[in-house]
């Protein structure tokens, strides 16, 4: 799944570390949902989406069909 979380996260002028305690993941995890390997749970999402004050579908993007 793709997302803008890079984008947003330098928006603040934040490092991994920072967001991954904002979220209360490890910076691994922030790492792996901002290279798409990870997909966050529901809850982790509705978590992000609160701390950037924006609608999910903005966030995270469904992947086109080829």
Known sequence: MKNRLKTLR???DWTQARLAQELD???QTVNALETGKYD???PLAFRIA???E???EEIF???AAP
């Open 10 to 12: 330098a928006e603040r």
């Open 61 to 63: 993007l469904e992947n």
């Open 25 to 27: 993941v490890s910076r």
């Open 50 to 52: 609160r701390l950037f």
């Open 40 to 42: 966050p749970s529901l």
């Open 54 to 56: 924006r609608p999910i």
